[in-house]
């Protein structure tokens, strides 16, 4: 092991995924360090790895009952090296501050990839807003953020959506902090398209992520028509990784949440989605419904005792993890390889665990990391940001011709690193590589820090 990683984990022992996150970097940049022996010498991992600056805070609310709820809110600021923090707020129970750490680390290299002038970072709260009411989230939001909203500005930092935290909590949120700042700086980005939002914002991360795998199918001559897909997950990304994928011909057998799994051999059509869309969004039910609706569909519960994921368990051309962190492992992935899969482009931040990524790569699948495939989200908040400095908003069709460029560039960048770096074909060492020189050199130029 790495003396950098020795450091980290006997710091933090419990922060489990940081050091995944770190270790998949770590196994990649080898060769950089090798060619650039002044990066060493000037402790750049662990500059890298040491956060900018963490708030922890506490959260307290009523709810509707008139309970005090008392709960932890967290603000990661990894890396402004190359412009202000941005990244995800994550509502969930199992977040902590390792899970932010992890998060607020591939949001450094993934905002990298973009090409944008953004630095990276995360926040979160382990209040889980499923099965709340709306005004119980109203709240909660106006809490977290009378403490969150003195950390963010428009050039310091400034949060997105993620896990549990979609268009309803961003309003809640940006109402808060509205009031609170008296100033109207468009200091949060997935706002509502009347109050200073991008068009397509909502659909980036799952359309930019079907951009790249039809970039990647192209290089051994295929396409995604007729390819049949597991896509897991039912939220944001995973909706709309369907949505483009069912748009371009492709053909989406399945879904999921943390419960379990609907599959679907005819693959699923625009009614169906337009079915699910409506029970995730607007009723807030669970995906299990969709099988009571459509009777093609079946629906399997989670098993936490199966070795092997039963969602990973069919055949498929292509996967789309869309979820959350680990849902491949190491069974799963072998399962996946057995049915004999071509392609896995991460949706979900870090959803294959390193055994699982070594598995795919010892393979030869096509293997998309999570910071180069779902940079697409973060990319047009990175868009909606220079809209709201514009003071105008462009039409959709710009926004998406731009998230397509820059799909495309991101996938082009990290063939050519990983060619230049002796690894051709390896997205994983062409992200990790492309992206850490980017933020080191920016970092080298601007002194100790
Ligand atoms: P949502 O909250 O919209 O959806 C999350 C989905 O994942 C739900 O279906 C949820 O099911 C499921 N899920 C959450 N936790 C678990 C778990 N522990 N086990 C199994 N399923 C789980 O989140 P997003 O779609 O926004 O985010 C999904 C992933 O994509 C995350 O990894 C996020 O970091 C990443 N991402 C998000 C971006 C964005 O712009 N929103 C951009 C780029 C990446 P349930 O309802 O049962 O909890
Ligand atoms: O993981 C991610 O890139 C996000 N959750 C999106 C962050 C953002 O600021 O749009």
Redesign the pocket.
């Known amino acids: 092991m790495t003396d950098i990683l020795k450091q980290i984990i006997s710091r933090d022992p419990w922060e489990r995924e940081y050091h995944q996150a770190v270790r998949e970097m770590v196994d990649s940049i080898g060769p950089v360090l090798a060619r650039q022996p002044h990066y060493a010498a000037a402790a750049v991992l662990e500059r890298i790895t040491e956060p900018e600056r963490i708030v922890t805070f506490r959260v307290p609310w009523v709810d509707d009952r008139g309970k005090v709820c008392i709960h932890r809110g967290y603000l990661v600021e990894m890396n402004s090296a190359i412009g202000p923090f941005k990244g ?1 707020l ?1 509502f ?1 129970p ?1 977040v902590n501050q390792g899970i932010l750490k992890f ?1 607020a680390f591939e949001q450094v290299f993934k905002n990298a990839l973009t090409t944008l002038p953004l630095g990276g970072g995360a926040g979160g709260t382990d209040f889980e807003p ?1 099965g709340r009411s709306d005004e119980e989230v109203m709240r909660f939001c106006q809490s977290f953020m009378r403490e969150l909203y003195r950390h963010l500005g428009p050039h310091t930092d400034i949060p ?5 935290v ?1 268009a309803r909590e961003i309003g809640f949120l940006f109402g808060a902090l509205r009031k609170l700042d008296n100033q109207f700086t468009g200091a949060l980005t997935g706002k509502g398209l009347q109050w200073g939002g991008s068009l397509f914002r909502a659909e ?2 799952g359309y930019g992520c079907v951009y790249f795998a039809a970039e990647m199918l192209m290089t051994r001559g295929m396409g995604l028509a007729d390819q049949v897909c597991l896509v897991s ?6 909706l709309h990784t369907a949505e483009k994928l069912i748009a371009l011909g492709a053909k989406v057998v399945s879904l ?4 379990g799994h609907i599959y679907d051999p005819e693959g699923l059509d625009a009614e169906k989605l337009q079915f699910v869309k409506v029970l995730k969004n607007i009723r807030r039910g669970r995906i299990r419904e969709a099988a009571d609706r459509f009777p093609g569909i079946s629906y399997t519960a989670a098993d936490a005792d199966s070795e092997v994921n039963p969602l990973w368990r069919h055949r498929a051309d292509c996967v789309f993890p ?4 680990n ?1 491949i492992g190491e069974q799963d992935a072998y399962s996946l390889i057995n049915n004999n899969i071509k392609l896995v482009c991460e ?3 870090m ?1 294959c665990t390193s055994e699982a990524i070594d598995i795919f790569l010892g393979k030869n699948i096509l293997f998309a990391p ?1 910071k180069a495939a ?1 940079a697409g ?2 990319a047009v908040s990175g868009l909606e940001m220079v809209q709201n400095s514009m003071r105008l908003s462009w039409l959709g069709s710009e926004v998406d011709e731009r998230l397509r460029i820059i799909m495309r560039a991101i996938h082009n960048r990290c063939l050519e690193t990983a060619a230049a770096y002796g690894t051709p074909g390896n997205y994983l060492n062409g992200a990790n590589i492309a992206a850490f020189v980017r933020v080191v050199d920016a970092m080298l130029d601007q002194g100790v820090v």
């Open positions: 995800g994550r969930h199992s998060l499923k997105g959506g993620d896990i549990g979609g980036a991360a997950g039912s939220g944001n990304v995973a999921s949440d943390s419960s869309c979820a959350t962190q849902e949706g979900a931040n959803p999570g779902n989200g973060v």
